[in-house]
Nanobody, 128 residues
Framework: EVQLVESGGGLVQAGGSLRLSCAVSGGTFDDYAIAWFRQAPGKEREGVSCISIGDGSTFYADSVKGRFTISSDNAKNTVYLQMNSLKPEDTAVYYC?????????????????????WGQGTQVSVSS
């Protein structure tokens, strides 16, 4: 059973930075693609960024390109989301999720129905 635990959320002013962490346990880390999704109040959950651990390929939603960076530390089985130049519209609960890398290749990075494992979420609030 794969378990994911997010941390690093908080309150920050617009223009500031936060780094989210997603600690992954169980399974073989290299077999997975790990994505970050977010859900703002009253809105649907949306994909933000994804990394395929095995080959390091990364994917970003247009809304965060150039501001967010996803990375992994394979020794720690942890995925990070560095968020810079934060905007009030980035306010949301951020979730990390895991899927086998083959599923991510076939169905894409941000099809949330394919993700088998989810963390509990961490709140990110950006004040104007």
């Amino acid at each position: 059973e794969v378990q994911l635990v997010e941390s690093g959320g908080g309150l920050v002013q617009a223009g500031g930075s936060l780094r989210l962490s997603c600690a992954v346990s169980g399974g073989t880390f290299d077999d997975y693609a790990i994505a970050w999704f977010r859900q703002a109040p009253g809105k649907e959950r949306e994909g933000v960024s994804c990394i395929s651990i095995g080959d390091g390929s990364t994917f970003y939603a247009d809304s965060v390109k150039g501001r967010f960076t996803i990375s992994s530390d394979n020794a720690k089985n942890t995925v990070y989301l560095q968020m810079n130049s934060l905007k009030p519209e980035d306010t949301a609960v951020y979730y990390c999720a895991a899927v086998h890398r083959i599923q991510q290749i076939v169905y894409g990075s941000f099809e949330e129905d394919i993700y088998d494992y989810w963390g509990q979420g961490t709140q990110v609030s950006v004040s104007s």
